[in-house]
């Protein structure tokens, strides 16, 4: 929200109130509380008829330094909270005439008492902070908001704040964190992260489940400003120093992602989503892959699996589906994992409405009725996941569709949430609007876990907030089958990323709409270098011979690309659980200190590795920039020199997909599967090493470590070792043109190339 006209003036009807003068600092409960005045205090008689501000400094963890400011404190308001990981370390202060410092390890907030001042610092340099006429509340004809404005420094650029479809960068913006059903198009956003951070690198998380508004850099173009209905507002700084560590920081706090079994990085095929489809046109699709030679491991059975006017009853429709059962098996046989559709609606036709409604499952308006509408489908309500109950209620639903050989679940929506309703647990309605795609995802999710046990969950989540990145994985909503719309996809996906989701999906050619085949065949090589792969649509099927034998041709070939990958993907995965970083990753994460990749959105890094350049143009050209250093194509083996654009032709059995120098690239032998044994058949590429030892890992599909693998080069000499168990490998140097291939067997542990 914005509360002023210009730098002078407040809007009308607003009045703002800031932190203008420290009157008292002190230790209370597990911090350190600081009160401020809005006015100078000359006399005694000024204390009188005015406000005083309480801000609580404490630190949840090493490396974050967190800040409650508050008004009243009377409000009995039931409040979902954000579960965080916390781990209090020691807090200290040093009181000085002028100023306050508080510090938490390397991370420290220094505040000058007249005029009210307060200036963040790590390891001595100053990250960001604000005046006294910058954090305060706000009253207005629609009640108080709580305020803060932090600086912005010169060259200082923004990123994160969920999965947001408009600039990557977000300075100059406006960002409402409230979950709506928007499509890609617009600034509306299925999955809003109360969290971004900076190329200077310190992030900012705002802890509430609440509508956080921002203005970055728009209403005070010096600032990032954030804001809040009501009494209170707690933010923290997370500092680290790169933005990769603050993203460990952030995650560590916020929770890790758990590890996704390792079949779900295959192709899914979905039957799209108002299209007619039976068991015959099932059978078709998927025998139809096979005969085109396209691995396909997953499939999806989106909403007219269950009947029309009844989602959801989780009964097929035995119209269309007569021996569900019998189709599953048939799949099966086929290699096939399977997914349903599902979301947290319940149509009034549905058997299952009037059972939850009996039980109190559903939410409740005001006076006791069942919270209905017409929107999406019939007289429905929505599953109360505040209730215990009903989420055991809900998951044992599921459990039926388990039992029979469905695999996973597709969690579609979770946006569209009433604030004018009654939760079970008494909860405020407004701040449960976005913390309610946590609650259902997670219902979902802990079952699969419990019947399919640690590693094997996975759900297709539309829907998100701080803390669903425990609860993989995301795909990013619906899409139009246009390159404008492919390209708006993947800036969000990265904008995610940097919000600790490491997992992220899209539906390969676009949900709306029917897309060209050379959008098709781009963004099919798009998706199977994402870290999931899903072929989707809306009206219209999306099997790749409707799009041209040449669609064919694509698909299967980054298909087996792909599954090549694995080794070096899963590894990427496992590393995640420890440091939270995305699989597919913006060029600023990785290349901090270059200038040109703080505004790249049109291309990735696939882990630290790989640099991938999606072509969005009809007539194959692709604009695109390699950091410094020499780069190898993956699939031609052509080298190119960093530190420059390059424009280039690529045919579709092509794009830029380059591996950075001094790299170590695990290779598997399978070009059907995802989930296999990764040192049979090991290939292990070496591209154009550097002075020193560079290291990777290759793990099992189940995560456990199988090797470490070191290349080393001194005086011109190259050596590679491996540490544990293996079958022998074929070990490739790739070094300027020269292309060196050793055998190392089975025993060996080391070997010379140059």
């Not at 005083?52 to 409000?75: D, V, Y």
């Not at 400003?225 to 707690?234: D, R, V």
């Not at 080794?567 to 995305?582: E, K, N, R, T």
């Not at 590429?685 to 793990?699: A, C, D, I, S």
Request: aromatic share 12%.
């Amino acid at each position: 929200m914005k509360f002023t006209d210009g730098f002078w003036s407040a809007k009308p009807g607003m009045q703002l109130v800031n932190c203008r003068e420290v009157q008292d600092a002190r230790w209370e409960g597990d911090g350190y509380v600081i009160y401020c005045s809005h006015i100078p205090v000359p006399n005694r008689g000024m204390t009188l008829n005015a406000p005083l501000l309480t801000l609580h400094f404490r630190a949840p963890r090493e490396g974050i330094i967190a800040l409650k400011m508050e008004h009243f404190q009377g409000s009995a308001a039931i409040e979902p909270q954000f579960v965080l990981e916390e781990q209090p370390t020691e807090l200290r202060a040093n009181e000085q005439t002028d100023t306050i410092t508080i510090e938490s390890g390397s991370l420290s907030v220094v505040i000058t008492r007249k005029p009210f001042s307060l200036s963040y610092y790590e390891h001595g340099v100053r990250l960001t902070g604000l005046g006294d006429r910058h954090m305060g509340y706000v009253t207005t004809p629609d009640g108080t908001f709580m305020r803060v404005k932090l600086d912005v420094g010169v060259g200082e650029k923004l990123y994160g704040l969920g999965e947001r479809f408009t600039p990557f960068v977000k300075n100059g913006q406006v960002v409402d964190i409230w979950n709506e059903d928007g499509g890609t198009a617009s600034e509306l956003a299925y999955k809003n992260i109360p969290f971004y951070l900076t190329n200077n690198g310190y992030g900012v998380f705002v802890n509430s489940t609440g509508k956080v508004s921002y203005e970055l850099c728009c209403e005070a173009v010096e600032s990032a400003q954030f804001s809040l209905a009501g009494e209170k507002l707690e933010w923290m700084v997370i500092g680290g120093g790169s933005m990769k560590k603050v993203i460990e920081n952030y995650t560590a706090l916020t929770g890790r992602a758990a590890l996704l079994p390792a079949w779900s990085y295959g192709l899914w095929l979905t039957t799209s989503f108002t299209t007619q489809y039976d068991e015959s046109t099932i059978l078709s699709f998927v025998d139809g892959m096979a005969e085109r030679d396209i691995p396909l491991h997953v499939f999806h059975f989106d909403c007219f699996w269950m009947q029309g006017y009844e989602w959801c009853n989780f009964a097929w429709d035995k119209k269309m589906f007569p021996d569900p059962e019998g189709l599953l098996r048939k799949l099966k046989q086929r290699g096939l994992r399977i997914c349903v559709w599902i979301n947290p609606y319940i149509a009034q036709k549905s058997p299952l409405f009037h059972e939850a409604k009996a039980a109190g499952y559903l939410l409740k308006r005001p006076n006791g009725d069942v919270w209905q509408w017409d929107m999406w489908q019939a007289g429905m309500g929505l599953v109360d996941f505040s209730n215990p109950d009903a989420c055991q209620w809900y998951a044992g639903k599921l459990k039926h569709l388990l039992d029979m050989g469905v695999d996973c679940f597709k969690t579609d929506f979770g946006e569209r949430i009433p604030t004018d309703c009654v939760y079970w647990d008494g909860s405020d309605p407004v701040l449960m609007h976005n913390y309610y795609s946590l609650l259902y995802n997670r219902t979902v999710f802990d079952l699969l876990e419990k019947e399919r046990g640690v590693g094997e969950a996975i759900v297709f989540a539309r829907s998100a907030t701080v803390g669903s990145q425990r609860y993989p994985l995301h795909w990013g909503g619906d899409s139009t089958s246009t390159f404008p719309s492919m390209a708006e996809s993947l800036r969000a996906g990265l904008s995610l990323s940097l919000c600790g989701f490491p997992y992220w999906s899209h539906d390969i050619s676009g949900f709306e709409d029917m897309a060209t085949p050379e959008v098709y065949m781009r963004w099919s090589q798009f998706g199977l270098l994402s870290s999931h792969s899903r072929l989707h649509g809306s009206g219209s099927y999306r099997v790749p011979w409707l799009f041209g034998e040449q669609a064919t041709q694509v698909v299967s070939q980054f298909v087996k690309l792909k599954c090549r990958l694995m080794p070096y993907l899963f590894a990427l995965s496992v590393a995640s659980q420890h440091d939270g970083l995305p699989m597919m990753r913006a060029m600023v994460l990785e290349y901090p200190n270059d200038r040109t990749c703080e505004d790249l959105d049109r291309q990735y890094m696939l882990g630290d590795r790989l640099l991938i350049a999606p072509v969005f143009r009809t007539d194959n050209m692709v604009e695109y920039y390699l950091p410094q250093g020499r780069w190898t194509h993956l699939l031609s083996g052509a080298v190119r020199e960093g530190g420059a654009w390059q424009t280039e032709h690529y045919d579709f059995d092509s794009l830029p997909l380059f591996v950075k120098e001094g790299s170590i690239l695990a290779l598997g032998a399978s070009e059907t599967q995802t989930d296999y044994d990764y040192l049979e058949g090991l290939e292990v590429r070496l591209y154009q090493p550097q002075e020193g030892n560079v290291q990777t890992t290759v793990v099992d599909p189940r995560g456990t470590l199988l090797l470490t693998l070191t290349m080393h080069k001194a005086d011109g000499h190259v050596r590679f070792t491996v540490s544990g168990a293996h079958r022998g490998m074929d070990v490739i140097l790739y070094d300027g043109e020269s292309i060196i291939k050793q055998r190392l067997e089975e025993g060996q542990t080391e070997i010379s190339l140059l």
